[in-house]
């Protein structure tokens, strides 16, 4: 099983001192707004069979949503595709044990698939397992992006 974390970093201005600029708060808002980097977190990553990559994500302050992209080759001899299971923590160590978030990728074999999901951010931290369902073959996570909304 292979983990990685992603954090993205937002900066956050407050004005603490005198009265409160609300002109200021809603250009920053609408900024967020605007503000859609995507990053990509995985390229090129072999999954064996029955292996799974777990993307552990930590949603900003103000984001309500995760968009995740996925890409993924499969052999010409793959039976199945991958999975995709969505997990949530109120603190980055405690996540659900179980999930009802549960996405079956496109599968063909011998052909690259690419899908976008939407997970809304209903908790700080989330977490996302893609798991290979193919008991014999890899899958080639050829690419995975993450965009904050």
């Given at each position: ?9 937002i ?8 009265s409160v ?5 809603l ?5 967020s ?18 292996k ?12 309500s ?13 793959a039976t ?22 549960i ?18 951010a209903?908790q ?10 193919d ?5 080639t996570l ?8």
């Amino acid at each position: 099983m292979s983990e990685i974390t992603y954090s993205p970093t937002i900066q956050i201005q407050r004005n603490f001192q005198g009265s409160v600029d609300y002109s200021q708060i809603l250009q920053s808002f609408m900024k967020s707004l605007a503000d859609r980097t995507t990053e990509q977190v995985i390229s090129n990553v072999t999954l064996e069979p029955s292996k799974d990559q777990i993307i552990n994500i930590g949603v900003p302050y103000g984001k309500s949503a995760v968009v995740i992209t996925i890409k993924s080759s499969y052999s010409g001899s793959a039976t199945n595709g991958i999975t995709i299971k969505v997990y949530y923590s109120p603190d980055g160590q405690n996540y659900d044990t179980d999930t009802d978030e549960i996405y079956e990728h496109p599968f063909t074999a011998g052909q690259t698939k690419q899908k976008t999901y939407i997970i809304a951010a209903v908790q700080p931290y989330i977490r996302v397992v893609i798991s290979n369902n193919d008991t014999a073959e890899n899958v080639t996570l050829d690419g995975v992006w993450i965009t904050m909304l």
